[in-house]
């Protein structure tokens, strides 16, 4: 019962936030909120507290993030694991500051405001500390893990022509099978899903290779304008989100921020927006900023009235929603690998694949703790199962890793729900093969110059990141201040997608015809 109720807490989150008015100590009372704001932020994120923060840098305060939980952070979610006496903080939600700063080139502002905020942080020796194994248990494929990372930087080469030429976009696995390089051993299939579902949350089908080799570089490449090749993997007792909470509190007044009220019907017209919540609260808003995740809206979580226009329905249907899944157990001794990375190459892709030992030294030695992270399809199915069901899963997966031991049971487990929880859908978004910069212009783009959208799923540089989070929410800001001073345009245009259909319209409209015997 322990480990339902622990696995569960998650998800309940989620749903509490929507059965229950306000409950959290420091959190507004809808009998005190007021009816009207100029601007009103849909979400305590990262893109929200950024967002709210360019518009006090510009002079407007007459703001109020409204947030589902119980306080800022978003997707950004520590949890204290652990049974007593051996607890650590682990993150469910983002774990690294990806990309840094390379001597004097462009510096990652998550990396700032860790710096800024004095975030713990560790290196993650993502590709040099690592140990391989398989079905057999430990086999040394290095070499074929290295060249995995090879094959994919040389994918990331190639779909740069692809995209000044003005090629038709591929998904990745496509563009492997183009280059001769796609995976056909477990032991490839797993070296390949590290490079690209552990990033993207997706296998290479649902992936696109240009966005992907764009979005790789912009992070992790300075030669292309990247930040660096960095991971800091945070390992703060405040968690992550504290460098969101320190942030916030330099400027956020008490009576700029409701808690614990979800929305679920957002009116939209040419004078004003009205957004509606679960707990009974209505505000007006000159205008209102959108955050949720584009999970929540493919969901239909929160109404629109009128309905959204075609365009924008497409748009947020068209780009994915990935689920990142870091399932944690604690043992009460370590019996794994001594590096930090572990990887297993099953016979099914993506079968409890990479895992991580926080018992590192440079993590939390003595915790006991290891995680392994599921990604895309296998969440999905992970969450239709018991927390038992999968907690004797990865148990399994430990036996054939370590044949040589009695792999125990875990004294403490935790998985969290990122699908089904309401609040968020999802991990986070991946740009797929049939998604366009069009779709991406118009998954941004205002309505009636009153309802503004933004998030990491809007960044088209960093869809996925936490600084696509951070860039999107501060542009929004600098726009809706102008839009709000009368000095600049009020809204992101729409734009009309381009229609590819004639080879189709063709084949379509001609004679259906008999062959000759």
């Not at 570089?217 to 989100?241: A, C, H, L, W």
């Not at 949720?292 to 929603?321: C, H, R, T, Y």
Request: net charge negative; charged share 10%.
């Amino acid at each position: 019962m322990f480990l339902l109720r622990v696995s569960w807490s998650f998800v309940l989150l989620g749903l509490l936030s929507i059965l229950s008015g306000v409950f959290a100590q420091n959190a507004k009372s809808t009998s005190t909120a007021p009816n009207h704001t100029t601007v009103l932020i849909l979400g305590g994120g990262m893109t929200g507290v950024i967002a709210a923060r360019t518009l006090h840098e510009q002079g407007i305060d007459d703001f109020i993030i409204l947030d589902a939980q119980a306080g800022v952070g978003g997707r950004m979610i520590p949890e204290t694991f652990g049974v007593p006496g051996r607890q650590s903080v682990i993150e469910l939600g983002p774990n690294w500051v990806q990309g840094t700063q390379q001597g004097n080139g462009p510096v990652n502002p998550i990396w700032e405001l860790a710096l800024k905020h004095n975030l713990t942080t560790a290196y993650n020796d993502l590709y040099g500390s690592i140990t391989t194994y398989d079905d057999s248990g430990y086999n040394d494929y290095l070499d074929v893990f290295n060249d995995a990372v090879n094959n994919f930087a040389q994918a990331t080469v190639v779909a740069g022509p692809q995209l000044l030429n003005g090629d038709v976009d591929l998904s990745l696995r496509s563009a492997y099978g183009l280059m001769g390089i796609s995976p056909k051993t477990p032991q490839e299939v797993a070296s390949n899903y590290y490079q690209v579902d552990f990033a993207n949350a997706q296998s290479p089908s649902q992936t696109s290779w240009i966005a992907s080799a764009w979005n790789n570089n912009f992070t992790y490449v300075p030669e292309y304008g990247g930040f660096s090749d960095v991971n800091q993997m945070s390992i703060d007792k405040r968690g992550y989100k504290y460098i969101v909470e320190a942030e916030a509190a330099e400027f956020l007044q008490p009576q700029q921020v409701i808690y614990n009220q979800t929305v679920n019907l957002t009116e939209y017209g040419t004078d004003n927006v009205t957004v509606h919540t679960t707990g009974g609260l209505t505000i007006t808003a000159d205008h209102v900023l959108c955050t949720f995740s584009v999970g929540v809206l493919q969901n239909s979580d929160v109404a629109f009235q009128p309905p959204l226009p075609d365009w924008k329905v497409e748009a947020i249907n068209s780009i994915e929603m990935a689920t990142y899944t870091k399932i944690f157990l604690q043992f009460n001794e370590t019996f794994w690998f001594p590096t930090e990375m572990g990887l297993y190459a099953a016979k099914q892709r993506g079968k409890y694949p990479v895992w991580q030992s926080l018992d590192h030294v440079g993590f939390f030695p003595g915790s006991n703790i290891i995680f392994v992270t599921v990604t895309g399809d296998w969440s999905l199915y992970v969450e239709q199962l018991t927390p038992e069901q999968v907690q004797s899963q990865a148990v399994e997966v430990l036996q054939t890793m370590f044949p040589n031991i009695t792999v125990p049971e875990p004294i403490d487990f935790l998985m969290p729900l990122w699908h089904s929880n309401p609040l968020y859908r999802g991990s986070y978004s991946n740009w797929g093969p049939s998604y366009v910069p069009g779709q991406s212009e118009n998954l941004k783009a205002t309505l009636n110059n009153r309802l503004w959208f933004a998030g990491e799923a809007t960044s088209v540089k960093y869809f996925g990141f936490l600084q696509g989070a951070y860039f999107e929410g501060q542009s929004t800001g600098y726009a809706i201040a102008a839009c709000v001073q009368g000095k600049g345009s009020c809204g992101f245009p729409s734009t009309t997608i381009p229609k590819n259909a004639q080879p189709y319209q063709s084949f379509l409209t001609a004679p259906l015809t008999t062959p000759s015997p």
